[in-house]
């Protein structure tokens, strides 16, 4: 049912879990971009309330300032909750949606997809350690079709390479997508809505890249985070224009310690963002 914030109705979830997708189901092709049609002026929202739960019952922010996620933690309850709410996302009308909440339904969807696929395999140390098929035809978790929308089953990477990167051409995409794994942008601890989705992806760019994940500095090497080069088109693909998009969410002080005569080396953290047990 598509909402309004003016007239908001609490819908009814019932514990549904979320449609399986059967071998036999006809796919249509991924080029049939139906996720480009919006209604510009329409004021219609989806009620992400139980997303919002989770987030706000399981993250747990450790010493250094990273957001973990208590998967161990996750009652079955809550796992029925979050089926329910990617249920209910996968048939919401995206076409009865504006712009600005469509983007916040695609990274909410990526976000949620992303802590199910891991609740799905856990106990894995990381998300890089699940795999799909047989050797020589494994396929990884970014890659795994998780989700049936309009006909088609969309991966991880479908919705933001194909979707979300070509849709918006926003280099903050990737700061609002959480990879499960340390050395990735934190998992926000609010859902993202069309109303506020430029402040929150402000705010998780400067997150990241003010943190020693995104970039570090030492006596001899500047130290930025792999992600600037695993999505070059959107960074740039040298270090050079890397560091022009990274300079403009730096604080001051940060800024004034970069010297372009040190090394530059990549790093990244594909520990998984586990913090099961951290409230005990």
Same mark, same amino acid.
């Given at each position: 049912?598509?909402?309004?914030?003016?007239?908001?109705?609490?819908?009814?979830?019932?514990?549904?879990?979320?449609?399986?997708? =059967?071998?036999? #189901?006809?796919? &249509?092709?991924?080029?049939?971009?139906?996720?480009?049609?919006? =209604?510009?002026?329409?004021?219609?929202?989806?009620?992400?309330?139980?997303?919002?739960?989770?987030?706000?019952?399981?993250?747990?922010?450790?010493?250094?300032?990273?957001?973990?996620?208590?998967?161990?933690?996750?009652?079955?309850?809550?796992?029925?909750?979050?089926?329910?709410? #990617?249920?209910?996302?996968?048939?919401?009308?995206?076409?009865?949606?504006?712009?600005?909440?469509?983007?916040?339904?695609?990274?909410?969807?990526?976000?949620?997809?992303?802590?199910?696929?891991?609740? &799905?395999?856990?106990?894995?140390? +990381?998300?890089?350690? #699940?795999?799909?098929?047989?050797?020589?035809?494994?396929?990884?978790?970014?890659?795994k079709?998780?989700?049936?929308?309009?006909?088609?089953?969309?991966?991880?990477?479908?919705?933001?390479l194909?979707?979300?990167?070509?849709?918006?051409?926003?280099?903050?995409?990737?700061y609002?997508?959480?990879?499960?794994?340390?050395?990735?942008?934190?998992? !926000?601890?609010?859902?993202?809505?069309?109303?506020?989705v430029?402040r929150?992806?402000?705010?998780?760019?400067?997150?990241?890249?003010?943190?020693?994940?995104?970039?570090?500095?030492?006596?001899?090497?500047? #130290?930025l +985070?792999?992600?600037?080069?695993?999505?070059?088109? !959107?960074?740039? &693909?040298?270090? +050079?224009? !890397?560091?022009?998009?990274?300079?403009?969410?730096?604080? =001051?002080?940060?800024?004034?310690?970069?010297?372009?005569?040190?090394?530059?080396?990549? !790093?990244?953290?594909? +520990?998984?963002?586990?913090?099961?047990?951290?409230?005990?």
């Amino acid at each position: 049912m598509a909402l309004t914030r003016r007239n908001f109705i609490v819908a009814n979830f019932s514990l549904i879990c979320s449609a399986c997708v =059967s071998n036999n #189901i006809k796919i &249509s092709k991924i080029d049939e971009k139906w996720w480009q049609k919006y =209604s510009a002026n329409s004021k219609q929202f989806v009620d992400h309330t139980p997303w919002g739960y989770l987030l706000e019952k399981y993250i747990l922010i450790d010493a250094d300032g990273n957001h973990l996620f208590a998967y161990g933690d996750v009652s079955r309850q809550d796992r029925e909750r979050l089926d329910v709410y #990617i249920h209910n996302l996968s048939t919401f009308p995206l076409e009865t949606l504006n712009r600005k909440e469509q983007y916040a339904y695609w990274l909410n969807l990526y976000n949620a997809l992303m802590v199910r696929l891991v609740l &799905s395999e856990y106990l894995v140390l +990381s998300i890089n350690d #699940i795999k799909f098929g047989l050797p020589p035809f494994t396929i990884n978790g970014f890659n795994k079709k998780l989700i049936y929308i309009k006909g088609q089953v969309l991966s991880l990477n479908d919705i933001r390479l194909k979707i979300l990167v070509p849709l918006f051409g926003d280099p903050r995409i990737h700061y609002g997508l959480c990879d499960a794994a340390i050395g990735s942008p934190n998992i !926000q601890r609010k859902p993202f809505t069309g109303d506020w989705v430029d402040r929150m992806l402000d705010g998780a760019a400067l997150d990241f890249i003010n943190h020693k994940k995104g970039l570090d500095i030492n006596d001899k090497e500047l #130290i930025l +985070s792999r992600l600037f080069v695993r999505y070059q088109n !959107q960074f740039g &693909s040298n270090s +050079s224009s !890397q560091l022009s998009h990274i300079k403009y969410h730096l604080v =001051s002080g940060v800024i004034n310690k970069i010297n372009v005569k040190l090394r530059v080396v990549y !790093q990244f953290d594909w +520990s998984l963002n586990d913090g099961t047990g951290m409230r005990n």
